[in-house]
Nanobody, 118 residues
Framework: VQLVESGGGLVQAGGSLRLSCAASGTIFSINDMDWYRQAPGKQRELVAEITSGGATNYADSVKGRFTISRDNAKNTVYLQMNSLKPEDTAVYYC?????????????WGQGTQVTVSS
């Protein structure tokens, strides 16, 4: 199983970016799909999460600005980021709880850099 993120980049404060994360491989089902981020010198933190049924949860710092969604047919999770701030600068990682023939486990993507300039 692989998770591949895309959509990161450099944007000015107030701008928008849309991240995507696609899971591939022999997948039976995907439960929760999450986005985390890690800024330089800081611990990795949960940004947003979405269940297989579509229920969502957000970090307080991104509520009202970020929207997580998923396309179950494509095994893909998205993160729409609006009104970006310099403090949103970080490497963003997707994480998913995936059922395969060997059992259920968490998988991580390789990360995508988001840089917000002031």
């Amino acid at each position: 199983v692989q998770l591949v993120e895309s959509g990161g980049g450099l944007v000015q404060a107030g701008g928008s970016l849309r991240l995507s994360c696609a899971a591939s491989g022999t997948i039976f089902s995907i439960n929760d799909m999450d986005w985390y981020r890690q800024a330089p010198g800081k611990q990795r933190e949960l940004v947003a999460e979405i269940t297989s049924g579509g229920a969502t949860n957000y970090a307080d710092s991104v509520k009202g600005r970020f929207t997580i969604s998923r396309d179950n047919a494509k095994n893909t999770v998205y993160l729409q980021m609006n009104s970006l701030k310099p403090e949103d600068t970080a490497v963003y990682y997707c994480n998913a709880l995936i059922m395969t023939m060997t059992g259920r486990d968490y998988y991580w993507g390789q990360g995508t850099q988001v840089t917000v300039s002031s």
